[in-house]
Nanobody, 126 residues
């Protein structure tokens, strides 16, 4: 088992920045690919970004590429999502997730992630 706790969400104006953090405990974090997903009201949960266990491979949704950066610090059992140039359409609850299994590459498929945090709200005003 792994427990994930997100933080860093809030209200920001369009064009602003936020950094989300996800603190992990339990099962070895350093062996797990990690991801960020988001869910806006009335919409399905969608992929945002993912990172390999080592941090050297990252994937991004087209809608955030060039604006968001995912990173991790295995010594601190934490994964981050730096969000710049935020837009109103980025408004959503953001979820951190850990992939099933050890040493896998990142994934953009929700089904590959077995552990989820409770989510943190990000609201971008126009």
């Amino acid at each position: 088992q792994v427990q994930l706790v997100e933080s860093g969400g809030g209200l920001v104006q369009a064009g602003g920045s936020l950094r989300l953090s996800c603190a992990a405990s339990g099962r070895s974090f350093s062996r797990s690919a990690m991801g960020w997903f988001r869910q806006a009201p009335g919409k399905e949960r969608e992929f945002v970004a993912a990172i390999s266990w080592s941090g050297d491979t990252t994937y991004y949704a087209d809608s955030v590429r060039g604006r968001f950066t995912i990173s991790r610090d295995n010594a601190k059992n934490t994964v981050y999502l730096q969000m710049n140039s935020l837009k109103p359409e980025d408004t959503a609850v953001y979820y951190c997730a850990a992939r099933w299994g050890d040493y896998y590459l990142p994934s953009m498929d929700r089904a590959d992630f077995g552990f989820w945090g409770q989510g943190t709200q990000v609201t971008v005003s126009s």
